[in-house]
């Protein structure tokens, strides 16, 4: 309960204070590891949430002061991480939390499996801009074909792809692989959305969804 509460006063003092010069930095974690367990994060040694986040879970946004964070990371089996990440004024990042799948150390031995993260920089759609879906695939191919909607979208792995969501492609887009449905969007608004494909422990493609507000 301190640590909650500490983070509580943190994020607090930068909501109560002056804005900075350049506005505030937005910031998010997102559990894409696809294994049992939780992970528990912490920001400047306090934690966001003493149960963790299970895989396929995303936090919201949240505003930060624009300076340098120490971020930990901690699975229940995959071990933990830490990294060092600075905000300048208006940007927004989302830490997206991977297992990291090693080479096999003796024939017939599975692989070493250990908690990674990836920096996805995204935008907030300005007003009277078109809707925008980035798609970001962290599964073991090297590239990833789906469809939005009917339309093609081609991904390399951790390498975000962009696609504009026109009118047409209706306000709950369907999005297909080899055929099969993933999962159905949500534009009802206007929005700037990230999409994070994955794969869990079976090799089955997940996905994690979420929308930026408008400015």
């Given at each position: 309960?301190?640590?909650i ?8 003092a930068?909501?109560?204070?002056q804005?900075p ?5 937005r910031?998010?974690?997102?559990n894409?590891?696809?294994?049992e367990?939780a992970?528990?994060?912490s920001?400047d040694g306090?934690?966001?949430?003493s ?12 505003d ?12 229940d ?5 830490q990294l060092?990440?600075e905000l ?9 939390v ?5 080479e096999?150390?003796k024939e ?5 499996i ?5 920096l ?14 980035l798609?970001?695939q962290t ?8 469809s939005?909607a ?22 709950f887009?369907v999005?297909h692989?080899?055929q099969?449905?993933?999962?159905s969007?949500?534009?009802h ?5 990230a ?10 493609l997940?996905?994690i969804?979420?929308k930026?507000?408008?400015?």
């Open positions: 309960m301190r640590a509460f500490k983070l509580a006063l943190i994020l607090a930068a909501a109560s204070a804005e010069e350049g506005g505030y930095a910031l998010r974690f997102v894409a590891t696809g294994m367990g992970v528990l994060v920001l306090q934690k966001l949430n149960r963790g986040y299970t895989s396929g879970q995303a936090t919201g946004h949240m930060v002061l624009p300076k340098n964070y120490q971020i930990g990371l901690k699975h089996t995959l071990g933990e991480s060092n990440l300048r004024p208006g940007e927004m990042r989302a830490v997206i991977l297992a990291k799948i090693g096999t150390k017939g031995e599975p692989p070493e250990t908690l990674d993260h990836h996805l920089e995204y935008t907030v759609l300005e007003k009277g801009s078109p809707s925008s879906l798609v970001l599964t073991p191919l090297p590239s990833l074909e789906i939005v009917g339309k093609s979208c081609t991904a390399e792995r951790f390498k975000p792809a962009s696609m504009v969501v026109t009118g047409d492609m209706g306000q887009p999005v692989f080899q099969r449905r993933v999962c969007l949500s534009f608004e206007p929005a700037d959305a999409l994070i494909l994955y794969a869990d422990a079976k090799g089955t997940q996905h969804f979420f930026n507000h408008v400015r």
